[in-house]
Structure formats: structure tokens, C-alpha cells
T-cell receptor
């Protein structure tokens, strides 16, 4: 069974500093995808970044980058130059390769609450 | 393009009442899912559908029913609401494409806050 672990319930970062949110995963499937979502206080789930298990390079999207270490089964999110608007819950999620019905479902971690300090 | 639309956004139910959370998408996605989010638990899969007429259970299906009569709609029914079903519910839809996994192909609704008293 798939499992996502986020070991940091809460994190603080100074505005304009970089922060790393940890995510480790466990799967027996060789083909999988890893996602990070942001959930602000308003509640919606905002997609941030995606990394495929066979992608050669670490994913980047603007100020977000994913530090993918396949051998360690980790997929940490790095936010550079933190902004006050980055204060939110952040979820790591995974789904396995398309191998039949239900394989487009996500397994989520419990989340990390990030607070950006002015 | 409305994306994934959930209604209602907020609902208060009494124990034992039934209700339906509506979910509609206009992107012609085959895959639709319902998740619930509880404090400290992340999102957990309730039910999912891989196409019209096909549904299956996820991790926490007890107390919920679903049906998929059309590609666009995937309602979630609470048959007899219990306080343990107080949660935030998210509907999501996905495009299968050519079977390749791609980050942007999972779309979430804005969530439905349900309180059972």
C-alpha cells in the first residue's frame, strides 16, 4: 500500500527566506507521481508542482522546486523567497501508474502548516 | 470553463438526516473522486468512478453512496448522517489522457463543509 509521511506538523520561516517541507513516500510501484498542494485558510486545494518517478530532472515551478531523491524515497518541497501569502497548509500526495481502475487516485500526507513571519 | 463545481459549500445536518453533495465537472473527465478531510488526517478517499456507470470504494466508504449516471456528475449521498461525518468534502476529477501521469490533470472542487449535530 502507498504511504506518504510528512513529519513536520508546523514550520515557521522568515519572510524572504527559503524553506524546505519534507515528504517521504513508500510504494512498491516503479512508476508513480508525486504532487504538492497548497491549502490556504480559505480551504481550496491549489496544485503547486508535480514530479514523475522517471523524470530525470527535479521539477520547478516559479518559486517552488521539488528536491526528488528517489533512492531515499523523498520528495521535499522547497519554497524560495517566502512571502506572507505562502502561509498555508501544504500537502504531499502520490499516485501510482495507470494500471487499471482507481489508479488515478491520490494518497495524501497529513500536511505541514507553514507560517511566514514578517 | 467552470472546472469542478461542488454544492452546497456549507451544510448543517441533524443526526439521522440524509443529504446529497453535488459534484459536476465540465471537462469531460472520466475519473471522478470524493475525498474527506479531517483535522490532522489529510485527505482520504471515499469513493471514486472511472466512468459513467462504474464506481468503487476508496479508503473510507462506510456511510456514503455514490452513483455516476453521466460523465459530468458524481453525487455523494449520506444515507443517515452521523457526527463522525462532520468533515470537509472535496470532489476531484482527472483526465486519463494516454495513460501518462501528469501533474495538472487532477482538479479539485472548492470543498463542502458539512457539520452533523
Amino acid at each position: 500500500a502507498q504511504k506518504i509521511t510528512q513529519t513536520q506538523p508546523g514550520m515557521f520561516v522568515q519572510e524572504k527566506e527559503a524553506v524546505t517541507l519534507d515528504c517521504t513516500y513508500d510504494t512498491s510501484d516503479p512508476s508513480y507521481g508525486l504532487f504538492w498542494y497548497k491549502q490556504p485558510s480559505s480551504g481550496e486545494m491549489i496544485f503547486l508542482i508535480y514530479q514523475g518517478s522517471y523524470d530525470q530532472q527535479n521539477a520547478t515551478e516559479g518559486r517552488y522546486s521539488l528536491n526528488f531523491q528517489k533512492a531515499r524515497k523523498s520528495a521535499n518541497l522547497v519554497i524560495s523567497a517566502s512571502q506572507l501569502g505562502d502561509s498555508a497548509m501544504y500537502f504531499c500526495a502520490m499516485r501510482d501508474a495507470y494500471s487499471g481502475a482507481g489508479s488515478y487516485q491520490l494518497t495524501f500526507g497529513k500536511g505541514t502548516k507553514l507560517s511566514v513571519i514578517p | 470553463n467552470a472546472g469542478v463545481t461542488q454544492t452546497p459549500k456549507f451544510q448543517v445536518l441533524k443526526t439521522g438526516q440524509s443529504m446529497t453533495l453535488q459534484c459536476a465537472q465540465d471537462m469531460n473527465h472520466e475519473y471522478m473522486s470524493w475525498y474527506r478531510q479531517d483535522p490532522g488526517m489529510g485527505l482520504r478517499l471515499i469513493h471514486y468512478s472511472v466512468g459513467a456507470g462504474i464506481t468503487d470504494q476508496g479508503e473510507v466508504p462506510n456511510g456514503y453512496n455514490v452513483s455516476r449516471s453521466t460523465t459530468e456528475d458524481f453525487p455523494l449521498r449520506l444515507l443517515s448522517a452521523a457526527p463522525s461525518q462532520t468533515s470537509v468534502y472535496f470532489c476531484a476529477s482527472s483526465y486519463s489522457g494516454d495513460g501518462q501521469i501528469s501533474g495538472n490533470t487532477i482538479y479539485f472542487g472548492e470543498g463542502s463543509w458539512l457539520t452533523v449535530v
